[in-house]
Nanobody
Framework: VQLQASGGGLVQAGGSLRLSCIAS????????MAWYRKAPGKQREAVAV???????HYGDFVQGRFTISRDNAKNTVYLQMNSLKPEDTAIYYC?????????????????????WGQGTQVTVSS
């Protein structure tokens, strides 16, 4: 299984980035896809998840700024991030699992996730 994330970079506060994650080695449309992030000194936290059927869920801190989507024909999940804040600075990880449904509520801890990508750095300057 390989999850190849890209799209991170350096952006000023208020700017936008679009992350992409291409999956291989899994039956993509049978997997829940998620984005997590980990900032220095903080625990890994769920940013957004999208179910097999395309229903999105977001962490409380997103507050309407991010949009997760998926293209099953391309085995790709996206995270469009707008109105970025310095506190969004972190390594963003793509994740996949067949059974996680409560990622953003915290009921499915990161330790339960089956597959992880390598991460892409997002840095937001003030």
């Amino acid at each position: 299984v390989q999850l190849q994330a890209s799209g991170g970079g350096l952006v000023q506060a208020g700017g936008s980035l679009r992350l992409s994650c291409i999956a291989s080695g899994i039956v993509f449309d049978s997997h829940i896809m998620a984005w997590y992030r980990k900032a220095p000194g903080k625990q890994r936290e769920a940013v957004a998840v999208i179910t097999e059927g395309g229903t999105p869920h977001y962490g409380d801190f997103v507050q309407g700024r991010f949009t997760i989507s998926r293209d099953n024909a391309k085995n790709t999940v996206y995270l469009q991030m707008n109105s970025l804040k310095p506190e969004d600075t972190a390594i963003y990880y793509c994740a996949a699992d067949s059974f996680l449904h409560y990622v953003c509520s915290g009921r499915d801890p990161p330790s339960d996730v089956a597959h992880w990508g390598q991460g892409t750095q997002v840095t937001v300057s003030s």
